[in-house]
């Protein structure tokens, strides 16, 4: 099983102000055929996971421009430039490599 | 445009059992593997099942082992998750999951499981 360990736990970010979060999982997530299978996802209260960046730094259509995710193999960082008060919620990385796993999440919060 | 359409989710006693359905369109589904994903309130995520383009594979998390049972009609476009013996840790809500090689997963809207008496 591929584990994915998140950090940090909890994110108190000012806006206007850049922000980051860890993911590393336990066994490369780089398949044979170029992609890291790595995903990440907003949740807001009371909503569905909503997908930000997939196969490691493909921003998803509709994300805005201040969301990048980079890394490769076995750790990857999702980028937030500038902070907005609407992106407030839990941030969770998924592995889809081999069934599916989830890193912890990471709340993030307005100072 | 991919959709993924859950439902049959509902209040179950403790023990009883539900058939959560996805119906799927907007791609090749006999292509795709297919997920149950769940989160339970207040929790993080957790993979539940997956199944094989052709149904010949499942596998399950040790957790539902036994008491779920995931399958397909690649006629219908559709996946199914069968859940039997329902206790009062499967409250969550379901959400069918595709994946395929190269592209990004799509998700259904989800549907709620409350097992309680």
């Known amino acids: 099983d591929i584990v994915m360990t998140q950090s940090p736990l909890s994110l108190p970010v000012t806006p206007g102000e850049p922000a980051s979060i860890s993911c590393r999982s336990s066994?490369?997530?780089?398949?044979?055929?170029?992609?890291?299978?790595l995903e990440w996802y907003l949740q807001k209260p009371g909503q569905s996971p909503q997908l930000l960046i997939y196969?490691?730094?493909n921003r998803a259509s509709g994300v805005p421009d201040r969301f990048s995710g980079s890394g490769s193999g076995t750790d990857f960082t999702l980028r937030i430039s500038r902070v907005e008060a609407e992106d407030v919620g839990f941030y969770y990385c998924?592995?889809?490599?081999?069934?599916?796993?989830f890193g912890g999440g990471t709340k993030v919060e307005i100072k | 445009e991919v959709q993924l359409v859950d439902s049959g989710g509902g209040l179950v006693q403790p023990g009883g059992s539900l058939r959560l359905s996805c119906a799927a369109s907007?791609?090749?589904?006999?292509?795709?593997?297919m997920k149950w994903v769940r989160q339970a309130p207040g929790k993080g995520l957790e993979w539940v099942a997956n199944?094989?383009?052709?149904?010949?594979?499942?596998y399950y998390v040790d957790s539902v082992k036994g008491r779920f049972t995931i399958s397909r009609d690649n006629a219908k476009s559709s996946v199914f998750q069968q859940m039997n013996s329902l206790r009062a840790e499967d409250t969550a809500v379901y959400y069918c999951?595709?994946?395929?090689?190269?592209?990004?997963?799509?998700w259904g809207q989800g549907t709620l499981v409350t097992v309680s008496s």
């Open positions: 999951v595709k994946i395929a090689g190269g592209q990004r997963a799509y």
């Open positions: 907007g791609f090749t589904f006999s292509s795709c593997w």
């Open positions: 199944i094989s383009p052709d149904g010949s594979g499942k």
């Open positions: 066994q490369s997530l780089l398949h044979s055929d170029g992609f890291n299978y």
């Open positions: 196969l490691g730094s």
């Open positions: 998924m592995q889809a490599l081999q069934d599916l796993s």
